[in-house]
């Protein structure tokens, strides 16, 4: 039996497309059920439905064999997991953002608003500016247009947000994509099912390129 944790939305939905394609189906998988355990014994397989940012919690602690998590979270969190393979869905980036006219004045500490910390910390860290960080949990672009932050680390997949709301980006971070993890105990003691696992995405991700 493999346990999977898929980040509920739209992520979450084409992984589980990607995985129904080579045999971990699950007959009663239903993503807009309030439901949240799938177990489909014929296929040996379990969807534990998790927020986004639990995915990785749930594989580092044995709960889940496997899960799919955004570069960006794992970045943010470091879990204890191995990274298998880039799905090279969920495309985005983690970017600075701020109002078209902002201007960073070096002598003032920076406000930036954000809901990864440690990102938005050690990016900063690199450049030898200091910050003042405010953890949001969401609606980040509000921040600055509220006067709460100058500038906001955050993820942009369309820039529609940013646009939408007079903001734009001021400097890419990195590039984000979703990620397949394992656990390291699942790893060792599931490592055929993992590996077979791995091997069939492969093969579907390259018959893609
Ligand atoms: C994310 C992100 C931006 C938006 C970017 O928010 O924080 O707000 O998507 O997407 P876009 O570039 O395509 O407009 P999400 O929808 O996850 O909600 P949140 O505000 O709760 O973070």
């Given at each position: 039996?493999?346990?999977?944790?898929?980040?509920?939305?739209?992520?979450g939905?084409k992984?589980?497309?990607?995985?129904?394609?080579?045999?971990?189906?699950?007959?009663?998988?239903?993503?807009?059920?309030?439901?949240?355990?799938?177990?489909?014994?014929?296929?040996?397989?379990?969807?534990?439905?998790?927020?986004?940012?639990?995915?990785?919690?749930?594989?580092?602690?044995?709960?889940?064999?496997?899960?799919?998590?955004?570069?960006?979270?794992?970045?943010?969190?470091?879990?204890?997991?191995?990274?298998?393979?880039?799905?090279?869905?969920?495309?985005?980036?983690?970017?600075?953002?701020?109002?078209?006219?902002?201007?960073?004045?070096?002598?003032?500490?920076?406000?930036?608003?954000?809901?990864?910390?440690?990102?938005?910390?050690?990016?900063?860290?690199?450049?030898?500016?200091?910050?003042?960080?405010?953890?949001?949990?969401?609606?980040?672009?509000?921040?600055?247009?509220?006067?709460?932050?100058?500038?906001?680390?955050?993820?942009?997949?369309?820039?529609?947000?940013?646009?939408e709301?007079?903001?734009?980006?001021?400097?890419?971070?990195?590039?984000?994509?979703?990620?397949?993890?394992?656990?390291k105990?699942?790893?060792?003691?599931?490592n055929?099912?993992?590996e077979?696992?791995?091997?069939?995405?492969?093969?579907?991700?390259?018959?893609?390129?």
């Amino acid at each position: 039996m493999l346990n999977i944790a898929l980040p509920k939305g739209r992520l979450g939905e084409k992984a589980y497309s990607l995985l129904e394609k080579i045999g971990y189906k699950c007959e009663e998988f239903d993503s807009g059920k309030r439901k949240l355990v799938f177990t489909d014994k014929k296929n040996g397989v379990s969807y534990f439905w998790v927020k986004p940012s639990d995915v990785a919690i749930y594989v580092e602690r044995g709960v889940a064999d496997v899960g799919v998590v955004g570069k960006d979270i794992l970045l943010e969190q470091e879990p204890d997991v191995y990274e298998l393979e880039d799905l090279k869905m969920g495309v985005c980036r983690m970017a600075v953002a701020a109002k078209k006219d902002f201007e960073d004045d070096t002598d003032k500490v920076l406000r930036v608003a954000t809901k990864f910390v440690n990102v938005a910390r050690g990016y900063y860290e690199g450049r030898g500016r200091q910050i003042d960080v405010i953890k949001l949990n969401g609606s980040i672009e509000l921040a600055p247009i509220l006067g709460l932050s100058d500038v906001i680390v955050d993820i942009v997949e369309t820039g529609t947000t940013l646009k939408e709301n007079n903001l734009e980006v001021k400097d890419e971070i990195f590039p984000v994509s979703a990620r397949l993890i394992a656990g390291k105990a699942a790893y060792r003691f599931k490592n055929e099912e993992i590996e077979r696992l791995l091997m069939q995405i492969r093969e579907v991700l390259n018959d893609k390129d």
